[in-house]
């Protein structure tokens, strides 16, 4: 599977993830002259900005420490244009969702949600 696709594969799993449990998907993709983000969504109190994270294995690293200071920074200053377009009494919170799938699409994933992963 080339990157875009597996990149695809680890955002269509992490918002299945996240509908199981109870959590309304409210974007996909959602990108802005800042950047882009995976997910959006809404549980509860709160509207959660998810970055989705894939890799085969943590041999290396953790999936979430691909989650550079840069890209936090991105991640926030986009979801500060999202809320300023989009009015919410819901707390924001940026969660990370980390995926393995050894085998890529075809074999078993396991998948790590980390809330309020930063600020």
Known sequence: MRT?????????????YLRLRG???LETNYACRFGEIDLIAQRGRYLVFVEVK??????FAAA??????????R???????????NETALQPRF?????????????????NHIENAFE
């Open 75 to 85: 991640i926030r200053s986009t979801a500060a244009l999202y809320l300023s377009q």
């Open 23 to 25: 959590y309304r998907i």
């Open 64 to 73: 979430r420490e691909f989650v550079t200071a840069a890209k936090r920074q």
């Open 4 to 16: 875009k696709e597996l990149g695809r594969f680890g955002e269509e799993r992490a918002a299945r």
């Open 95 to 111: 969660d990370v969702i980390e995926i393995y799938a050894p085998d890529g699409a075809d074999g078993k994933v396991t998948i």
């Open 54 to 59: 894939l890799r085969k294995s943590a041999d």
